[in-house]
């Protein structure tokens, strides 16, 4: 198995089934955890130096922090109910105490903070949606903690890409600390498929070569992105869902598409526009 993907196991006494550090993905941001809790399981996460975002991936539950509490929040039993989730953003020196009223599973999503904004609820309200592209690189985009949100490092983001669809398409990168052009961003995507018995495909690679892989990847996993481009592929019969988190030394999302393939976005949206104007009013 590529050293890319990180796969998901059975869920631990704490529930946890899957785990990124700085240390074993061999970079400086992000840090990554999944839990898959019962009904009842409480899980407790102190921040340290870090600002966590807590995805409520599915289920309900409490949460609260040092000096925040919300009651019953979340809405969906599957990511694929398509509805935007409940988070919650956690500052350094804090924590998070959530337990689930149903069984639960979420994300803890950490990068580098400086502490400059408190905790706070993330809403189903708060969270941008968006459909990205045109054609069969259309997908639909959950803006969970995006750039125009305050936080000091992260960036997350969840991504529904229908069957038969690409996304993270044109293939793009963000690896260069060259702004205003391009930002230096390390970046999980943690997946889930519809059924679950299927797979994704995903490539990562760079402009020389040096990193050229094309991974399979299944329900439960995660794949790390150090460098180098990374689009994605949903196969026939499958729709995929996976959640992003991108740090870096910079928190904005400058990026380059591979200019051998930049093409394909402006003659979808061609298309998609020359559609629109031969409907019928």
């Not at 809405?75 to 069984?103: I, L, S, W």
């Not at 936080?151 to 991504?159: G, N, Q, Y």
């Not at 990562?204 to 689009?231: C, F, I, N, Q, W």
């Amino acid at each position: 198995m590529s050293t890319l993907i990180v796969p998901g196991s059975r869920p631990d006494e704490a529930g946890l089934v899957l785990r990124v550090t700085p240390e074993s993905a061999g970079w400086k941001y992000i840090g990554f955890e999944v839990y898959a809790l019962s009904k009842g399981q409480t899980l407790k996460k102190h921040t340290g130096d870090q600002e966590v975002c807590i995805v409520l991936l599915t289920g309900i539950a409490h949460a609260a922090t040092a000096r925040a509490a919300w009651e019953s929040i979340g809405q969906r039993m599957n990511v694929f109910e398509k509805v935007p989730p409940y988070a919650v953003y956690v500052p350094p020196g804090d924590h998070c105490e959530v337990t689930a009223v149903t069984d639960v599973e979420l994300a803890v999503c950490r990068a580098p903070g400086k502490g400059t904004y408190p905790a706070r609820l993330i809403s189903p309200a708060d969270v941008g949606v968006e459909q990205r592209g045109a054609g069969n690189i259309e997908r639909r985009i959950h803006n969970i903690l995006p750039e125009q949100q305050p936080a000091d490092s992260l960036l997350v983001v969840e991504v529904f890409t229908p069957e038969g669809h690409w996304s993270s398409y044109p293939p793009h990168k963000h690896d260069q600390d060259n702004l205003p052009h391009e930002s230096y961003l390390e970046e999980t995507y943690y997946y889930k498929i519809n059924p679950g018995h299927g797979f994704a495909v995903q490539r990562v690679y760079t402009d020389d070569r040096s990193l050229d892989e094309t991974l399979t990847v299944h329900d439960g996993d995660a794949v790390l992105v150090p460098k180098g481009y990374h689009p994605v592929s949903a196969p026939p019969g499958y729709d995929v869902y996976y959640l992003n988190v991108m740090a870096g030394p910079v928190r904005t999302w400058k990026f380059q598409n591979d200019p051998a393939h930049e093409w394909v976005m402006a003659s979808k949206m061609a298309s998609r526009q020359d559609g629109r104007e031969g409907d019928a009013p």
